[in-house]
């Protein structure tokens, strides 16, 4: 019998179900860059109204959602502020100095979030010769720090201290809905405290391709210049926003399955003398445990042998992420695979 093997090195592995490539198939489409994809437009009048922003675009990823607020609202020369493990700053390929002009200063934050103390750390006094700080971007939920979540009291405060000091705040919500989900919390109430919001649609939501840049009317009308600027126009993207509209539409509640496989699988590594984990650490579909004993690259080998597919991220670190290709029944089989695996 072929063996089978459970994926957990990303969410981003997941594949259009059954339903939503049907809804794919289905999808009226025109031309985006004329701006005539019906179904292009109602995936951004929905996001829109998910978020509470004005408006939304359409992108092909989160790196991109990350990239165009940094290029309208980032200012050449200046500085950015985001916490010091963030997608934007080591995941990204540095393009915030490469096209947008900027760079960005890691600030401390424990498990992702940041406190206006830290953040006030860094702005400098207007002098002429020093960068000016123009934006803060915050991450939720935060991928490396072990899919971690924002309360709104904490953003409340990153918010208070941006309009103070006269900043922006984009939100990298690259799993704003896992965030929503783990936390209780609708997403217009987390997007209310920021300027500009991405989510992504090909991760724990399960489309194929995208994410969606919400904002004001006028930055959208400019992401929409820069998106374009930046080869990304879209023709009959449409079939793609249908798997979007399809993922708003049915896979954001189901979220809450995986976060609770996740936590299923953190308490059987916590039984392990190879894994050390705090389960109460795993707040999402993400968590991470280390290998105190033994090289992460050996430890994920031989997992996968038994089956189980995860990424080293670090020496003595292992991430794995849950998402809608593991179900009830996925989740019990890798647990008892992890039970029965010595090192
Ligand atoms: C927190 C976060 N932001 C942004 C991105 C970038 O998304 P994409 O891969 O669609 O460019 C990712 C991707 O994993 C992510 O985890």
Same mark, same amino acid.
């Given at each position: 019998?072929?063996?089978?093997?459970?994926?957990?090195?990303?969410?981003?592995?997941?594949?259009?179900?059954?339903?939503?490539?049907?809804?794919?198939?289905?999808?009226?489409?025109?031309?985006?860059?004329?701006?005539?994809?019906?179904?292009?437009?109602?995936?951004?009048?929905?996001?829109?109204?998910?978020?509470?922003?004005?408006?939304?675009?359409?992108?092909?990823?989160?790196?991109?959602?990350?990239?165009?607020?940094?290029?309208?609202?980032?200012?050449?020369?200046?500085?950015?502020?985001?916490?010091?493990?963030?997608?934007?700053?080591?995941?990204?390929?540095?393009?915030?100095?490469?096209?947008?002009?900027?760079?960005?200063?890691?600030?401390?934050?424990?498990?992702?979030?940041?406190?206006?103390?830290?953040?006030?750390?860094?702005?400098?006094?207007?002098?002429?010769?020093?960068?000016?700080?123009?934006?803060?971007?915050?991450?939720?939920?935060?991928? @490396?720090?072990?899919?971690?979540?924002?309360?709104?009291?904490?953003?409340?405060?990153?918010?208070?201290?941006?309009? @103070?000091?006269?900043?922006?705040?984009?939100?990298?919500?690259?799993?704003?809905?896992?965030?929503?989900?783990?936390?209780?919390?609708?997403?217009?109430?987390?997007?209310?405290?920021?300027?500009?919001?991405?989510?992504?649609?090909?991760?724990?939501?399960?489309?194929?391709?995208?994410?969606?840049?919400?904002?004001?009317?006028?930055?959208?009308? /400019?992401?929409?210049?820069?998106? @374009?600027?930046?080869?990304?126009?879209?023709?009959?993207?449409?079939?793609?926003?249908?798997?979007?509209?399809?993922?708003?539409?049915?896979?954001?509640?189901?979220?809450?399955?995986?976060?609770?496989?996740?936590?299923?699988?953190?308490?059987?590594?916590? /039984?392990?003398?190879?894994?050390?984990?705090?389960?109460?650490?795993? /707040?999402?579909?993400?968590?991470?445990?280390?290998?105190?004993?033994?090289?992460?690259?050996?430890?994920?080998?031989?997992?996968?042998?038994?089956?189980?597919?995860?990424?080293?991220?670090?020496?003595?670190?292992?991430?794995?992420?849950?998402?809608?290709?593991?179900?009830?029944?996925?989740? /019990?089989?890798?647990?008892?695979?992890?039970?029965?695996?010595?090192?």
């Amino acid at each position: 019998m072929k063996q089978k093997f459970y994926d957990l090195r990303s969410d981003t592995i997941t594949l259009p179900t059954r339903d939503m490539r049907k809804a794919m198939y289905r999808a009226d489409v025109g031309d985006d860059v004329y701006g005539e994809d019906p179904t292009v437009i109602k995936l951004q009048e929905l996001a829109a109204k998910i978020t509470g922003k004005r408006d939304a675009l359409f992108i092909p990823s989160g790196s991109m959602g990350n990239l165009i607020p940094l290029m309208i609202n980032g200012g050449r020369g200046n500085e950015i502020l985001a916490q010091k493990n963030s997608h934007i700053l080591h995941y990204e390929l540095s393009s915030a100095a490469a096209l947008a002009g900027v760079t960005i200063v890691p600030v401390e934050g424990e498990r992702g979030i940041i406190e206006p103390t830290e953040l006030a750390k860094h702005v400098r006094p207007d002098i002429y010769y020093m960068p000016r700080v123009s934006m803060i971007s915050v991450e939720n939920t935060h991928n @490396k720090e072990g899919g971690s979540c924002w309360s709104l009291e904490e953003l409340k405060a990153v918010s208070d201290f941006a309009k @103070k000091q006269n900043l922006l705040l984009h939100m990298d919500g690259a799993r704003l809905f896992n965030a929503c989900i783990a936390k209780g919390i609708a997403a217009k109430r987390y997007c209310g405290l920021v300027d500009t919001v991405t989510f992504c649609l090909s991760k724990g939501l399960g489309a194929p391709v995208g994410a969606v840049l919400c904002g004001s009317t006028k930055f959208i009308e /400019e992401a929409r210049r820069i998106r @374009k600027m930046l080869g990304a126009g879209m023709r009959q993207a449409g079939f793609m926003a249908a798997a979007g509209i399809y993922a708003l539409e049915h896979h954001i509640e189901r979220l809450a399955d995986d976060h609770r496989h996740a936590s299923q699988i953190a308490q059987a590594l916590t /039984e392990k003398s190879w894994a050390t984990i705090n389960p109460s650490d795993v /707040e999402t579909n993400i968590l991470y445990f280390d290998t105190p004993n033994h090289d992460a690259v050996q430890v994920a080998a031989i997992l996968k042998k038994r089956g189980i597919v995860c990424g080293p991220s670090g020496e003595k670190t292992i991430r794995m992420v849950t998402h809608l290709g593991i179900d009830d029944q996925d989740a /019990e089989e890798i647990c008892k695979v992890i039970s029965n695996c010595s090192i």
